[in-house]
């Protein structure tokens, strides 16, 4: 049991280098949650929540109102990690919610002195990512893949959803460009209808897609099961897939072959490690993503990547596509595409840039 003596909410914000578009619409900027929880002992957790209106019906106001009951809440008590999810399962904020989750379990890791993956599960010391490109005109896509690619990346996600044909001359020119050697991943953010995205699937299958993500609207789950039996190629529900629950009713009607997990969707660790367990029984395979985290929300699911045999694809890289970063030191290394959350305790972050958070309020004895 952890006894949590002093909470502090911050609001942060990061510029993205460049407008980043999907299907669902453009962001310029992260406007996320920071939690900082502190033990009796002075022990310290940090944790990221990055919220989405358009996935998770989130405002910054609500995630700021969550934030504060749910800091009310769990001051002074004793708790563990299913304890705490059974309170952030009751938030109307499910990143605020994440937040927490995530600065207690870097706490309840740092207290144990053990990297937070070997708490985890401890399954892998590595993973890989891909980089997502947003959507272009086709031919900057492909000058954006091949840069990528010099950079040292093997896998790159591509974001569709547009109409059939342009989204088509997309991977066209990519494949044009970067040859047969690198993973294409594609998601359309349920841009397509049933047909289009049968007919996607098929015309996909000649540039050797590796999977296909949200192909239809996140709840016609009918739909994504008519689009996996026509396609040859793997079929991954995102939005469609925000809780255990959602992973059973996926499973039942056979709609995917893999699930995405986002820790902003699972509310935090415990709730994705629940996910990864319900996916694994029904033989689907698991993705890990991100929304908008800084390095910060990144390392945690670095961790719990690292830390389940389950999850096997990798999509963590909102970090490397922002303009600055609050982590300084410490957290999850990038090199060629390789992830390392590294054996420092709890989440590994040494260093945060203070002035890039502003305080909203504070709980308790910090
Ligand atoms: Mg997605």
């Known amino acids: 049991m952890v006894r949590i003596s002093g909470v502090e909410i911050y609001h942060e914000k990061i510029r993205y280098k460049e407008p980043f578009r999907i299907a669902l619409g453009t962001s310029t900027e992260s406007n996320n949650i920071v939690v900082r929880l502190v033990d009796s002992s002075g022990n310290e957790g940090w944790g990221e929540g990055s919220p989405s209106r358009a996935i998770l019906g989130e405002t910054l106001d609500l995630v700021f109102e969550e934030a504060k009951k749910i800091a009310a809440e769990i001051l002074g008590k004793d708790l563990d990690s299913e304890g705490l999810y059974e309170i952030v399962m009751k938030s109307k904020s499910p990143s605020a919610a994440a937040a927490f ?76 460009r970067i040859g047969d050697k690198i993973g294409i991943r594609v998601d359309a953010n349920q841009g397509w209808s049933v047909e289009e995205a049968i007919y996607m699937a098929e015309q996909l299958e000649s540039f050797n897609v590796e999977l296909i993500e949200q192909p239809v609207k996140w709840n016609d789950f009918e739909g994504l ?36 997990i986002k820790l902003m969707k699972t509310r935090g660790i415990w709730g994705a490690i629940k996910v990864a367990a319900v996916s694994e029984a029904a033989g689907i395979e698991n993705m890990i993503g991100c929304m908008g985290e800084t390095r910060l929300g990144i390392t945690a699911a670095v961790h719990v990547s690292q830390a389940l045999a389950n999850i096997t694809i ?53």
Not at 104 to 119: E, I, N
Not at 243 to 260: E, F, R
Not at 319 to 338: F, K
């Open 101 to 176: 989750d995530i600065a207690f379990h870097d706490l309840k890791a740092k207290r144990l002195g053990v990297p937070l993956y070997k708490l985890l599960g401890g399954y892998r010391s590595s993973i890989e990512t891909d980089i997502t490109i947003g959507i272009m005109e086709p031919d900057e896509v492909a000058e954006r893949a091949e840069k990528y690619v010099k950079m040292g990346f093997k896998v790159l996600k591509i974001k569709l959803g547009e109409k059939p044909e342009k989204d088509l001359l997309r991977i066209e020119k990519v494949r044009e």
């Open 225 to 260: 099961a008519k689009v996996r039996k026509a396609s040859n190629i793997p079929v991954a529900a995102d939005e469609s897939a925000k809780t255990p629950s959602d992973v059973v009713k996926l499973a039942k009607i056979d709609a995917v072959d893999i699930v995405n």
């Open 314 to 366: 990798n999509d963590l890289d909102s970090d490397l596509l922002h303009g600055e970063e609050v982590v300084i030191e410490g957290g999850a290394s990038i090199s060629n595409g390789v992830r390392r959350a590294g054996d420092r305790p709890g989440l590994g972050i040494v260093k945060l840039d203070m002035s890039k958070l502003r305080l909203i309020s504070r709980y308790g004895k910090v």
